[in-house]
């Protein structure tokens, strides 16, 4: 265990359906992060959060919405996916920004059908 | 751009065996991270060495930075079947954020 967690585990949804991934945190931390994990692509950075402030927004479409409403939950909300937005989805959370240490949740593995 | 990358993107080796992944880099950092991920899970933070460090070492694990070839190893000495994972290098970039190189897969064979 981590500290973080992420739920759903595991999600399978149409391209018309909204859903929303779950992080929540029990480490304290100010810094909270999504990142997308795709078959044999490097991790991508999506969303950063430090504080609640939205930090960082690595080019991500509008189709993923992030929402941080306390330092210890963050959500991504998902409406009108394609299939190529299939992926694990990862959660993490530092103390402070990049250079320290990250800690992962145990990602949502989602599929758009 | 891709910041770190691995080499080898695969290696399968024997118990007992060690296993050397090596991660380049392209700019300047503020220090390096190895992470492993079992697969399908979320990644595991392994070792930070900073970039005034040279080698530094945790139990099995040993890591090297040479910032002079922008690169970095990570050794795992007397491999366990429990070592099967993927190993990726993050270094923090310009705008302070990690990136993630496309990782060593690792078998270790009983």
């Known amino acids: 265990e981590t500290g973080v967690t992420q739920t759903p585990r595991h999600l399978v949804m149409g391209m018309t359906n909204k859903k929303s991934l779950k992080c929540e945190q029990h480490?304290?931390?100010?810094?909270m992060y999504w990142y997308k994990q795709s078959a044999k692509k490097p991790l991508e950075l999506m969303f950063v959060?430090?504080?609640?402030?939205?930090?960082e927004n690595n080019s991500v479409p509008s189709r993923f919405s992030p929402e941080c409403p306390n330092s210890s939950h963050l959500f991504l909300h998902l409406h009108t996916l394609q299939p190529e937005d299939s992926a694990l989805y990862l959660c993490?959370?530092?103390?402070?920004?990049?250079?320290?240490?990250?800690?992962f949740g145990p990602g949502t593995r989602l599929t758009v059908l | 751009s891709q910041q770190g990358e691995e080499d080898p993107q695969a290696l399968s080796i024997q118990e007992g065996e060690n296993a050397t992944m090596n991660c380049s880099y392209k700019?300047?950092?503020?220090?390096l991270q190895w992470y492993r991920q079992n697969s399908g899970r979320g990644l595991v933070h392994l070792i930070l060495?900073?970039?005034?460090?040279r080698e530094k070492h945790s139990g099995r694990l040993r890591v090297t930075l040479d910032t002079s070839k922008k690169s970095s190893s990570l050794l795992i000495t007397a491999s366990r079947a429990a070592d099967t994972a993927s190993y990726f290098c993050?270094?923090?970039?310009?705008?302070?954020?990690?990136?993630f190189g496309g990782g060593t897969r690792l078998m270790v064979k009983p």
């Open positions: 993490a959370s530092s103390q402070g920004l990049a250079s320290d240490e990250q800690f």
């Open positions: 480490l304290g931390h100010n810094a």
């Open positions: 959060y430090n504080f609640k402030e939205q930090t």
């Open positions: 700019t300047s950092i503020n220090n």
């Open positions: 060495i900073r970039s005034n460090e």
């Open positions: 993050a270094t923090d970039d310009a705008g302070n954020m990690l990136t």
